[in-house]
C-alpha cells in the first residue's frame, strides 16, 4: 500500500454533523466538518491514552474524544484539555496527523502522505466541459468492498477479456478476441481507447439504446496518484454514459470501491434505481471472481502468472506500482505485523514540516531500492 496519494475516504454525503471513522491503508482516520462546512481528516487515535475520536462528537468545529473530551481542530491540533482549564497552555504535542482533503465528484478525498502542497499530485478532472456537452447528465453514487488487494481490484477495472465471462449486461460472446490496442502514459495515468460490438440492451435501457448497434467507441483511463478509473462508453451518440470508480485499500487485503455513474439519457429521478441495481450487478459479479483470487495480493514477480498482451493495461499500473514500492512509498506490512505496543499512524506534511514534538509513531516504510542494487 502506498502513501503519498490522494484516496477517497468516502461519499460527501456520509459525513454530517457527526465523525465518521474510515479504515485505510490499514491505519484509522476521522472524517468530520467545522463550523463552515469543510471536511477535515485526522488520524483517528488520540495521543491522550489512545481514544478513538471517532467515537466522539464535533463541537465547536472540532473533534471530541469520547474519552477525556481532548478536542482537535481540522489542522490536528489540540485546542481543549478539560482537565488542565481554560486558562492553561496546552502542550506543542497534543496534535494528532492531519491530512489534506478536497471535495470533488461527490467524493472526499485525503491525501495521505506528507509531501507538501508544491509536490503533491493534481487531483484528476474526471468530467472535463468538453465531454459533458451533449444534454443535462443524471449522476447516481455508491460503494462495495472486496477481498482483495486494491492492485488486483483496479487490474480488473481494466480487463478487456473478463467481460464476456463474468459479466451478463455487457461483453459479446461472438467478440472474444480483443482487438490490438495501445496504451498510452502520461506519467500521472494510463490511457486506453479502443471500439467493440455492444451487446444488446435490456429493461428501459433498451428502449433509448437500440439493438444490433454496430462498434462503439469505448476509453478507459487510470489514474496513478489517485488510484481509480474513468470509463467512457458511448452507447449511441450523442447518449453516453461515465463510470468512474475510487479504489481505496483498506488493508493488503481489502478494497473500498466508490464510484459516480454518469448518464446523459434516462435521466429523470425515477430512473435512479434502475442505474444503481445495473451498477451494483456488475460489481456483484466482480466481488464473485475477485473474492476468490489466489493470492489476494499481487504475486511479487509478473512471471508468477501467465500474462497475456491483452492485460497490458493493468500489468502497466501494476508496474507503475512496483515502481513506487522500490521508490520507498509503501508500507511495510510484514513488520508492523506482531505490533501491538504502539499506535503507528501514516505522516503528515505537518510532521514532515516540523518532524520534532510528537507522540504517535510513522507507520514502518519498505526501504526503498537503488536501481544499480535491484
Known sequence: ????????????????????????????????????????????????RGGSLCRGKVIGGAVECPYHGWRYSGDGACVEIPSL??????????RVDSYPTEE????????????????????????????MEQGEWKFVRGEMEFDCNWVRAIENGV????????????????????????????????????????????????DEIPDDRDER????????PAPSIRIEMYMQPPKSMFIVTGYTPIDEHRTRLIFTHARNFLTDDKYDADTLNRMFTVLNEDKIILDRLKPQRVPPLLSDELLL????????????????????????????????????????????????????R????????????A
Open 1 to 48: 500500500m502506498l502513501i503519498n496519494n490522494w484516496y477517497v475516504l468516502g461519499l460527501s454525503e456520509q459525513v454530517k454533523d457527526e465523525p465518521v471513522g474510515v479504515h485505510a491503508l490499514g491505519q484509522d482516520f476521522v472524517l468530520f466538518r467545522d463550523n463552515d462546512g469543510k471536511a477535515h481528516c485526522l488520524s483517528d487515535t488520540c495521543v491522550h
Open 85 to 94: 482549564g481554560p486558562d492553561a497552555k496546552i502542550p506543542r504535542r497534543a
Open 104 to 131: 470533488r465528484y461527490g467524493w472526499i478525498w485525503a491525501f495521505l502522505g506528507d509531501l507538501p502542497e508544491d509536490e503533491r499530485p493534481p487531483l484528476p478532472e474526471f468530467f472535463p466541459e468538453h465531454d
Open 159 to 206: 480487463d478487456r477479456t473478463h467481460a464476456i465471462w463474468v459479466h451478463t449486461d455487457f461483453g459479446n460472446p461472438e467478440h472474444r478476441i480483443p482487438k490490438p490496442f495501445q496504451v498510452e502514459d502520461d506519467g500521472v495515468s494510463l490511457y486506453c481507447r479502443g471500439k467493440s460490438k455492444p451487446v444488446n440492451k435490456r429493461g428501459v435501457w433498451r
Open 217 to 224: 467507441e469505448n476509453a478507459v483511463r487510470i489514474f496513478i
Open 309 to 360: 498482451d491483452s492485460d497490458r493495461h493493468g500489468v502497466m499500473f501494476r508496474q507503475k506500482v512496483k515502481e513506487r514500492e522500490a521508490q520507498g512509498d509503501a508500507i511495510d506490512q510484514s513488520a508492523m505485523q506482531g505490533e501491538d505496543e504502539y499506535a503507528r499512524v501514516i505522516p503528515s506534511p505537518a510532521r514532515r514540516a516540523d518532524p520534532k514534538n510528537w507522540v504517535l
Open 362 to 373: 510513522p507507520v514502518i516504510m519498505r526501504k526503498s531500492v537503488d536501481k544499480h542494487d
